[in-house]
């Protein structure tokens, strides 16, 4: 357990007066708290503490008019400009299919949230920021010149909560269950065939998840006829492809509360340091390109047939940001992705019998 003494909400406020160009999640890294423990500091200044209820967000959001979509994980930002439209909500997902913003919500996991307006000289900059139990960001909108202002007040006074107080308490998040090698290797027969019985990319989750293995394991043991090990340099080489030959893809960027997907071809791919970025006017990408581990080819059937996706994950196992080929649910694989894709630089593995 974490003994450390955290900084007070008037120490945290200090230091972000001290450091005012500094992202707020590096400061507070810096700080030794969570990102939405350095808002919750800030709750009666330039913040206000808001229901995280993902029905109520998303329908005011639908008034707001264009805004920029962010979702995020460790090694990976996803920025998409656009309008929160064709919602859908349900008991444990939600979705949201609109033309540039296409969202895969997860209720359950929006612990806290906060409306915030950050001044910076004259300009003040509106967002919506929402984070889990352990106080990490899961999903945030910021407001453009665009935006309806006005929408956006009457949306944050219908979510805003009593207790303003620039306190708060997380708590630790757990992460998907995973087996042991042994574990996973008796089952990799049933592996084999569970996954050539699939008949929609959807269910692959559930098929591990009733396997209890993990994404990375599954690549791992299921064979080359469904995964194949790509070089980790094979990411960058399949984005400048992509940009070069205007092929349209879907770039999947998430963590365990919200997945964001662009659709459609990337112009603009510009490495910088260890990033490499997709800076183009509807959609920005950053992405670590250090963080990269391992990157697997990964072939699912469907009824559709096969459909072919590059998957790239970090150190711990955990998935960075995926690639499909632009379709649509009823249409084939398109070939000039299916042949990028299967023709990457590979890299030899060993798999059970």
Do not use: S, Y
């Given at each position: 357990m974490d003994q450390r003494v955290k900084p007070s909400p008037h120490e945290i406020r200090r230091a972000r007066i001290e450091n005012p160009r500094m992202r707020e999640r590096d400061l507070s890294a810096q700080l030794g708290i969570s990102e939405a423990e350095l808002l919750s500091a800030h709750c009666g200044h330039e913040a206000?503490?808001?229901r995280p209820d993902v029905k109520s967000v998303l329908s005011g959001l639908q008034g707001i008019g264009e805004a920029m979509a962010l979702t995020r994980n460790e090694s990976a930002v996803h920025e998409k400009i656009g309008v929160y439209d064709k919602v859908s909500v349900g008991e444990h997902n939600a979705l949201v299919l609109g033309r540039d913003i296409d969202?895969?919500?997860?209720?359950?996991?929006w612990a806290h949230g906060f409306a915030v307006e950050k001044r910076s000289g004259d300009e003040v900059r509106h967002s919506l920021q929402f984070f889990d139990r352990a106080g990490h960001a899961v999903h945030k909108v910021h407001l453009r010149n665009a935006s309806n202002l006005y929408a956006f007040h009457k949306l944050v006074g219908e979510l805003q909560v009593d207790d303003q107080l620039p306190r708060m308490e997380v708590e630790p998040v757990f992460g998907e269950v995973s087996s042991s090698p042994a574990e996973a290797f008796v089952r990799v027969e049933e592996l084999r065939e569970r996954?050539?019985?699939?008949?929609?990319?959807?269910q692959f989750f559930g098929m591990l998840r009733s396997l209890r293995i993990s994404r990375l394991q599954a690549m791992r043991l299921v064979g080359p006829e469904y995964a194949w090990r790509v070089d980790e340099d094979a990411v960058a080489a399949l984005m400048h492809h992509a940009a070069a030959e205007a092929l349209p893809i879907m770039c999947f960027v998430g963590n365990h509360g919200c997945i964001q997907i662009h659709t459609g071809p990337i112009r603009s791919v510009k490495p910088m340091g260890p990033w490499l970025n997709v800076m183009d006017e509807m959609f920005h990408l950053h992405l670590r390109l250090d963080h990269i581990a391992e990157v697997w080819g990964v072939r699912k059937p469907t009824r559709d047939g096969f459909v072919t996706s590059i998957e790239a994950y970090d150190s711990q196992g955990r998935i960075i940001i995926q690639f499909f080929g632009e379709r649509h649910e009823g249409e084939m694989e398109r070939d000039d992705w299916r042949f990028l894709?299967?023709?990457?630089?590979?890299?030899?593995v060993s798999v059970p019998a």
């Open positions: 206000v503490r808001i969202l895969r919500i997860f209720p359950k996991v996954w050539g019985a699939l008949t929609d990319v959807h894709a299967e023709n990457l630089p590979k890299v030899p």
